[in-house]
């Protein structure tokens, strides 16, 4: 009997560090000097098949920037080009916090607009993992965060279309006039 309750009282023990360790894990670090970084980001090119019909997605760096490295995405060949920055702060001469900044400005209040602002870095973060944690690209890690984005401001999108489609019967009454 004591001999279990040795085991359970170290393997609890055991768990509890490891618990207190991984608390202060944080996913944006990496064990890569800054020039590291840039330059493993620099050469990384993501190229993935699309999945609503041909062609493919790409996600390339489009150079060194004063935040790091510039990153650019293309949905399509006939699509817009979207950029986002690389941001890289070093953390120690061997670690460097990497993180996407993909908006231009200051959060907007409006639900829509942030949706679609957070909706442009998962895609350029997933690159960003991939590349410096040398693995493939997870697009179920994507279709996750892109989940997340959408259901936190759900509610506030749906009050946003609703009140622009009062607006709009508001207006259409009044021309009617």
Known sequence: MSGKLVLLVGLLGVGGYVGHEMSGFDPTVFPYSKEQVRTMLAQARTV???????????????????????????????????????????????????????????????????????????????????????????????????SAAVFKNLGGMQREALQRSDEMQQMQAESAK
């Open 48 to 146: 993935l098949p699309r999945r609503d019909g041909p062609g493919q997605i790409e996600i390339w760096s489009a150079g060194r920037s004063s935040k790091g490295i510039s990153l650019e995405m293309r949905y399509a060949d006939w699509a817009p080009v979207l950029a986002c920055q690389a941001v890289i702060t070093e953390v120690s001469p061997k670690e460097s916090r990497v993180v996407p900044e993909c908006t231009s400005g200051a959060p907007s209040d409006s639900a829509i607009q942030r949706t679609t602002d957070e909706l442009r870095s998962p895609m350029f973060e997933e690159h960003i993992q991939s590349t410096l944690n040398k693995r493939a690209f997870n697009r179920a890690i994507v279709d996750s965060k892109e």
